[in-house]
């Protein structure tokens, strides 16, 4: 849960951007609900697996393109070859909102610029139109190691929504995955954009912290995170 003091917005990196408790209760468990949803299927919550025969210890569902490593593909080619849902409009409103509002402040024009937006911060969430969404469910034991999401053909920022359980979010630079990173407290309700000279920066979650999120949320144990993305990949049969 989020404590009894509000907590500050804070600019992690150039073009990173944690804004504290963005979505409410509310929006929060209507996401809840969309994400059971999109876990039915058409192609359902899966752990994925990865080229060396490990397995991902998040599970994950993806909209509009599936993601396996290191490629996007309309269909599920490594679950059941089914074709992923797409992304719902609503959805990709909330993320053009996620962008207005980490970028609206003062400096956030050269990040807008990389979003397409033409320096104009608020244009940057006007032109954001991301395709695709990946949904990780973390219980207790799951972690994300430290990597790029690079297998993107566009620049434009990463909108991530965390949604139960708080989780350690280490938020890297563009160059390797050691030091210099900051670990950020992700809580339920949560934004976090990252464009600009961070779009390519390494991150990951190396712990979730049980037991924390707001009962009202819907989420009884684990953590939700929505991640949404544009692929730059065009038509609807192109593969990545």
Not at 54 to 78: E, I, K, N
Not at 151 to 170: I, K, M, N, Q, Y
Not at 204 to 214: F, I, N, S
């Amino acid at each position: 849960m989020t404590g009894l003091f509000p907590r500050d917005r804070v600019e992690v990196a150039p073009g990173a951007v944690h804004v504290p408790e963005w979505l409410s209760v509310e929006r929060q468990q209507e996401l809840v609900a969309a994400c059971r949803e999109w876990a039915r299927g058409p192609v359902p919550l899966r752990h994925t697996q990865l080229p060396g025969g490990g397995v991902m210890s998040v599970r994950t569902v993806c909209l509009g393109w599936h993601w396996q490593p290191y490629r996007y593909a309309r269909t599920a080619d490594d679950v059941n070859g089914a074709r992923v849902a797409d992304v719902p409009g609503w959805l990709a409103e909330l993320g053009r909102s996620a962008v207005t509002e980490a970028y609206g402040g003062a400096g956030a024009a050269g990040w807008a610029r990389d979003a397409g937006g033409a320096g104009d911060a608020g244009g940057a969430g006007a032109v954001y139109a991301p395709d695709a969404a990946l949904v990780n469910f973390y219980d207790g034991d799951a972690r994300m190691s430290m990597h790029q999401d690079k297998e993107e053909r566009c620049a434009a920022p990463v909108v991530s929504l965390s949604l139960g359980d708080t989780c350690v979010f280490r938020f890297g630079n563009p160059e390797g995955r050691g030091r210099p990173y900051t670990d950020v407290r992700l809580a339920s309700g949560d934004l976090f954009v990252f464009g600009g000279p961070s779009r390519f920066a390494y991150h990951g979650v190396p712990k979730v912290l049980p037991e924390t999120a707001d009962p009202a949320v819907g989420l009884r144990g684990g953590r939700l995170n929505i991640t949404l993305r544009e692929t730059g990949l065009g038509g609807p049969d192109r593969r990545g």
